[in-house]
Each structure stands twice: as structure tokens, then as C-alpha cells.
């Protein structure tokens, strides 16, 4: 177990741990990491007693996993011309190519290294949309014909947001699924494999009458309920091997795809608690509290601030189930988990400031289930950084960036609680309702 590694000075991991899953969500699709940082990544999570390290491994910009049955998701998947440089409509484009993909031999000893220190590495490919890294490489899975799926996806995106290309859903795109994820389980022992299932864009599904006649003849109402038949195909391969699936929250859309699939709540309670009535275990990672890409504070020096504030007491302060929620809610909350989510972190260095010390305050909350109390963590922080120090780990300054951390002239788009509030209860109002 992860005796091997001593925990970090400073942190404090009493007694029994409330959660199992305590997870890190590592997005090496929009920014390959060599694996010499993957293992250092490893060594730093295990000494913070995480358990869990979801492998992010394909994305609009980009498919970082070697599959022998089809090559060009990573000779062509793997590699875009340039990337955006900023967040919002100033942002720009950095003229520099970015690959890199890990052959599956490269995998095993990051699962052999991460099992040696008491964690589970849980592979996710996200599916069906965020697709356009493997229309990119094989455009017949796309919508509207390989042809003209070509003519838009030339390479992998080399903007962010949410690209509208998702897979097409003829029985052959399927069987490529599900030898991809065939390929993948041999890699991964992990009982837990990602489908992803997060931000499919429906708009080419609704437009298409071929996938149109396919819902048709499926007797499939809506593109909502397509989307969780086609997770639900995935979930189903995956329980033919012995698997189970973890899937975002909007699985739960439409229909629920997979009873035995673990649903990862990022927007807000609302997609935990219908997981939970519906029977699944589910993973709380709330992005208001748990998305380390977020920004730390409401500087204008923080580097390339997007999202909302969160800063370190904002992550100790989480309260993972408040003592308000029924108890058949709490029974089925299996594990929290922080994302960290790539776009605007091009180098250990940014993840790193990400990171650090964010996760030494919500490795505590994942341990005991409860938030910190603010003077006792205080009072231990200085010794948790000296230890980051004796490291080398380039963590936020409680005071802020140093110079070297800013980004000056890289736009980011900070945004303000309330409003991502109001934006969350949009998007979940059709889950609440279900
Ligand atoms: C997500 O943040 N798209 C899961």
C-alpha cells in the first residue's frame, strides 16, 4: 500500500477514511505528459493518501492511447499543429505543434508503479462526443459521411470549449468502440474504466436523417435517449468483461444507460442525487469546489484565470454530503475526486501552481468526508509547503504568484459564483425533473 510513501509533512490522515475513492483527475488529452511527470504525479498523490488517478486520455485535442487495431488515433490523434493561448474571444493561437501518446507497454508500468503505491489508475476515453481527435484520425466514425466529416476535422482540435463533432452511431462505429475499450482493458486491470459521456453536442445527430432513421428504427425518442443507448452499449461491452463503467453526469440524460455504472457529479448535486435514487454508487467532484483549473483567487495576476474562484479555504471548506442529506444518499457517495482539467496548464510548472497545495486541503476533506477547520489547517500549512519545497513542487504561493507563475497578456475568463450557478441549474434542470 502507500506505506511505500510517506505522507506529506503537515497533513493530517486520522484513523479510518471515509471515502475509498479519493481521486485526482489528471486530463493528459489537451496536454500529453512525458511519463517520467506522470510518475512523479504518482509519488506526490500517493504521499496525500489518494487512491484513485483517472486517466483522461482522449479529448477534442487530442488521444493519447496506443491502440494496435487502429494506429492513426495516435499518429494522427495524437498530434495537433498549435493550441489556443488564453481563454474567450481574445484568446490566440501559439503556432506550436503539441503530440505525444504512451504505448500500451508505457501503461502497464504506470499501473505496476501506481499499484506499488496504493492507487488505482482508471483509464476514460470519452465517448461519444469530444470526438473530434478520432474523426481526425478516422473520419467514418463521424456524422454526415467520412467525406465531409474530413473536410471539417482536418486534426485535432487546436481550440477549447466544446467542439459539436460527436461519433455517428452505425453498428460499425460501436464495434470500434468496443475494440478500443478492448485494447484499453487489457492495459488497465481496473475494475472502473471511463466512458466519459460528458458535453455531447446533439446538433449533428438532430440534423442528419441517416442518424435520424437509426434512432427510427431503434424506437429511440430523442438524441438524449441516444446518447445513453450508446453509453449504455459501451457499458454493456465493458460488463462482458468483467468491467464496470464511470461515466460523467450527464449519462443520466435521457434514460439511465448502465444500473452497475458510477456516476461522477460535476455539476453540482443534482446529477449525485438522481444517481443515487436511481441505485448508482456515485463520485462527488462538484466543479465549484473540486476543479483545480479554476482560478485561486480574483487577482487579475492569477495566470489565465477562468472559471470561478477557488481558492485553497475555499476547497477546505467543502463539505462533501452536509448533514442535511438523507442517509440513502450518503450510503451511495463511494468517493470524491478533484479534475484537473488541462487546457491552460502547458507545462509541469502550471500544474504544479494547480495543483499545490489545493490538493493537500482536499486530500483531508477526501480522507475524513468533512470540511477542515480553518485555524487547525492553517497552523499545519507552513509545514505542508516546506515539504512541497523540499520537492521542488512549484506550488501558489499562499500570497499569490510569483512573478515567474503570472502569465501577463494571456487572456482567461474569470467567472462569477452566482452566475455558474444559474448556468449549472440550467443544464441539470433536466436531471432534477427526472
Ligand atoms: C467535464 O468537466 N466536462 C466533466
Known amino acids: 500500500m502507500s506505506a511505500v510513501v510517506p505522507p506529506a509533512a503537515g497533513l493530517r490522515f486520522p484513523g479510518e477514511p471515509r471515502f475509498a475513492w479519493r481521486g ?11 511519463l517520467p511527470e506522470l510518475f512523479r504525479f504518482v509519488d506526490l498523490l500517493a504521499a496525500h493518501r489518494i487512491t484513485v488517478l483517472q486517466l483522461h486520455l482522449s479529448d477534442d485535442q487530442g488521444w493519447r492511447f496506443e491502440v494496435r487495431a487502429y494506429p492513426r488515433l495516435t499518429e494522427v490523434g495524437g498530434r495537433r499543429s498549435e493550441t489556443q493561448l488564453g481563454h474567450g474571444p481574445a484568446s490566440t493561437l ?11 507497454s508505457e501503461l502497464r508500468e504506470l499501473v505496476a508503479y501506481a499499484a506499488e503505491r496504493g492507487i488505482r489508475v482508471v483509464p476514460e476515453l470519452d465517448v461519444p462526443g469530444h470526438a473530434s481527435a478520432i474523426l481526425a484520425a478516422y473520419p467514418e466514425f463521424g456524422v454526415g459521411g467520412a467525406e465531409a466529416v474530413a473536410r471539417r476535422v482536418r486534426e485535432p482540435w487546436t481550440r477549447f470549449g466544446i467542439s ?49 432513421r437509426l434512432m427510427a428504427e431503434r424506437g429511440i425518442a430523442d438524441e438524449e435517449e441516444l446518447q445513453a443507448w450508446f453509453l449504455g452499449r459501451v457499458a454493456d461491452g465493458l460488463r462482458a468483461r468483467g468491467r464496470r463503467a464511470v461515466g460523467w453526469d450527464e449519462m443520466l440524460e435521457g434514460r439511465d444507460p448502465a444500473p452497475d455504472a458510477i456516476v461522477a457529479s460535476w455539476r453540482g448535486p443534482v446529477g449525485a442525487r438522481l444517481g443515487a435514487r436511481l441505485g448508482h454508487d456515485v463520485v462527488l467532484c462538484p466543479d465549484l469546489w473540486t476543479y483545480f483549473d479554476y482560478r485561486q483567487s480574483d487577482d487579475p495576476a492569477e495566470p489565465i484565470p477562468v472559471g470561478t474562484v477557488l481558492a485553497l479555504e475555499d476547497v477546505a471548506g467543502f463539505d462533501p454530503v452536509p448533514a442535511a442529506e438523507p442517509a440513502w444518499f450518503a450510503e451511495r457517495v463511494v468517493g470524491v475526486q478533484a479534475n484537473v482539467w488541462a487546457e491552460h496548464l502547458d507545462g509541469p510548472e502550471r500544474l504544479d501552481y494547480a495543483v499545490f497545495p489545493r490538493l493537500g486541503a482536499f486530500a483531508e476533506v477526501a480522507w475524513t468526508g468533512h470540511p477542515l477547520d480553518p485555524a487547525d489547517f492553517a497552523a499545519r500549512l507552513p509545514a505542508y509547503l516546506a515539504w512541497l519545497d523540499e520537492r521542488g513542487v512549484g506550488y501558489r504561493p499562499p500570497s499569490g504568484p510569483r512573478p515567474e507563475q ?4 494571456v ?15 440550467r443544464l441539470t434542470a433536466g436531471l432534477a425533473s427526472s
Open 406 to 409: 503570472q502569465r501577463p497578456g
Open 94 to 104: 501559439d503556432g506550436v505543434p503539441h503530440e505525444g501518446w504512451y504505448r500500451q
Open 24 to 34: 485526482v483527475m489528471l486530463d493528459v488529452a489537451r496536454r500529453f505528459r512525458p
Open 164 to 212: 459539436d463533432e460527436v461519433l455517428n452511431v452505425e453498428d460499425e462505429t460501436l464495434a470500434f468502440v468496443g475494440t478500443v475499450f478492448d485494447e484499453l482493458c487489457e492495459v488497465f486491470d481496473d475494475e472502473i474504466v471511463g466512458i466519459g459521456g460528458d458535453e455531447v453536442r446533439k446538433d449533428r445527430w438532430r440534423a442528419d436523417p441517416r442518424t435520424q
Open 411 to 425: 487572456p482567461g475568463v474569470p467567472r462569477d459564483r452566482a452566475s455558474r450557478i444559474a448556468e449549472l441549474e
